[in-house]
T-cell receptor
Framework: GAVVSQHPSWVICKSGTSVKIECRSLDFQATTMFWYRQFPKQSLMLMATSNEGSKATYEQGVEKDKFLINHASLTLSTLTVTSAHPEDSSFYIC????????????FGDGTRLSIL | GENVEQHPSTLSVQEGDSAVIKCTYSDSASNYFPWYKQELGKRPQLIIDIRSNVGEKKDQRIAVTLNKTAKHFSLHITETQPEDSAVYFCAASIRRTDMRFGAGTRLTVKP
């Protein structure tokens, strides 16, 4: 159980393109989803917390107009990197959690984004 | 907010030896401490977790200890195998809020 599906797994696109990444909880309802960015050989950096039916909470330093997050249902959250540039190239990974105290986060497989 | 520190950043052990990774946290209200294993290019996988009402938890070759007073917790891997080689992350969570991750430890088990 607790499977999180993330698509696409790999994206290569030109500078200026907007890219949408989907995160789905397949067998549970996730009231909260999280979006992380991970640079090579570094830790997971929390970008934002996505709550179903409300606006996402962004971490300090993360541009909310650059990284649009939508959590329209209990099983789907999307991250859109708008007008992507080479510096946005990274590994983006989502996680989802059931809203009960002390529950672990379950991660998607991640999306490797390369902006040319 | 919560701050999690993890040591060491890299750890190399001989197959069969034990490996210990340590983390400290800053917020005494944190009550949930998971450990994740991430292999290269893959998702972090939960390997063990502990809640603040427990001091130790063991699952086969993996154990986690928690010292609430000192605000630190540790991952112990015994009889290490080459397939244990990966990056390990600790994390701390307060109730229903988000988790804060440590910087990670790259474990290499030499055959």
């Amino acid at each position: 159980g607790a499977v999180v599906s993330q698509h696409p797994s790999w994206v290569i696109c030109k500078s200026g393109t907007s890219v949408k990444i989907e995160c789905r909880s397949l067998d549970f309802q996730a009231t909260t989803m999280f979006w992380y960015r991970q640079f090579p050989k570094q830790s997971l950096m929390l970008m934002a917390t996505s709550n179903e039916g409300s606006k996402a909470t962004y971490e300090q330093g993360v541009e909310k107009d650059k990284f649009l997050i939508n959590h329209a249902s209990l099983t789907l959250s999307t991250l859109t990197v708008t007008s992507a540039h080479p510096e946005d190239s990274s590994f983006y990974i989502c996680s989802a959690r059931v809203a009960r105290e002390g529950q672990p986060q379950h991660f998607g497989d991640g999306t490797r984004l390369s902006i040319l | 907010g919560e701050n999690v520190e993890q040591h060491p950043s890299t750890l190399s052990v001989q197959e069969g030896d034990s490996a210990v990774i340590k983390c400290t946290y800053s917020d005494s209200a944190s009550n949930y401490f998971p450990w994740y294993k991430q292999e290269l290019g893959k998702r972090p996988q939960l390997i063990i977790d502990i809640r603040s009402n427990v001091g130790e938890k063991k699952d086969q070759r993996i154990a986690v200890t928690l010292n609430k007073t000192a605000k630190h917790f540790s991952l112990h891997i015994t009889e290490t195998q080459p397939e244990d080689s990966a990056v390990y992350f600790c994390a701390a969570s307060i109730r229903r809020t988000d988790m804060r991750f440590g910087a990670g430890t790259r474990l290499t088990v030499k055959p």
